[in-house]
């Protein structure tokens, strides 16, 4: 199937957007928004979140490249602007190594890169049968809590949350109506745990590949790190800058993993002005 595309409108040039692993497209919409003042912006769905797909049919994140370049294709889109998080900026920048024509700058936010030696150190585990086990999200993701009765209950839980300080109110309430999809009784997480934590298993291993492709990526290339992620290493933007010079890594002040969500002003004033510059 054609990936799904959500519209959030907007005029100018096109500007595709991929969420992260857990977080639909709609948890970004005050970002997507204030991208929408400059850009025509769209969010393409993944495959977590496709009717019928199975976790089963993916054994590491190249299926989540291919769905990009399919879904560019039916858009018959040009080179295009295209920004990822997390999950989605890893498909992105393999996308962008890839077939580097189809787009006219990138901006991967946080994306899930590891240095090698990390790499290497979870392709044992895995080969081991320990990766499942010890990585630490899976067990969390496990133990979630997926049904909810009231979302105004769950913004008010949620907001006493340690993980979600940086996350100003309205921030937040995207946050929630993004993630609950209406069920039987009350509300439901719309992506589900198992895929989840397939995406957790199944992401990492294959990453040498990035690493080998990096000197030779093309596009203009932005990369925002949160100034207290656990994911972005500034020793791996530092590795990035040596592998490729022309990339631009900039880190935001008091933002995690999840910046996109936390700072949705300061990022876009980050990248809308890289995006004139390059365009």
């Known amino acids: 199937m054609n990936p799904p595309i959500l519209d959030f409108g907007g005029s100018g040039a096109p500007l595709y957007f991929l969420h992260a692993n857990g977080y639909p497209p709609n948890c970004y919409r005050p970002l997507l928004m204030l991208l929408a003042k400059h850009h025509h912006v769209s969010a393409m769905v993944q495959r977590p979140l496709w009717p019928d ?86 067990a969390a993701t496990r133990e979630r809590r997926s049904q909810f009765n009231d979302l105004d209950r769950l913004f008010t839980g949620y ?15 995207a946050y929630v109506e993004g993630i609950a999809c209406p069920a039987e009784r009350g509300y439901q997480l719309c992506y589900s745990a198992d895929w989840e934590m397939r995406i957790y298993e199944t992401g990492m291993w294959r990453d040498m590949d990035i690493w080998r492709g990096l000197p030779g990526l093309q596009p203009p290339t932005l990369i925002l790190r949160g100034a207290e992620t656990d994911t972005f290493w500034a020793a791996t933007g530092r590795l990035v800058q040596r592998k490729q010079p022309k990339v631009r890594v900039e880190t935001v002040a008091k933002s995690t993993h999840l910046l996109p969500l936390e700072r949705p002003r300061e990022v876009s004033k980050i990248i809308l002005p890289f995006l004139e510059e390059t365009l």
């Open 53 to 138: 797909s199975q976790p089963e049919d993916i054994s590491d994140w190249t299926p989540l490249t291919d769905d990009l370049l399919k879904s560019l294709d039916a858009q018959q889109a040009g080179p295009v602007v295209c920004i990822g998080h997390s999950m989605g900026a890893i498909a992105l920048l393999r996308a962008a190594l890839r077939a580097p024509k189809r787009f006219s700058a990138i901006v991967l936010i946080d994306p899930v890169i590891f240095p090698p030696r990390v790499i290497r150190t979870w392709q044992v585990l895995r080969l081991l049968g320990l990766s499942k086990r010890l990585h630490p999200l899976i």
């Open 159 to 173: 907001r006493r949350k340690p993980v979600f300080k940086y996350m100003d109110d309205e921030a937040l309430r």
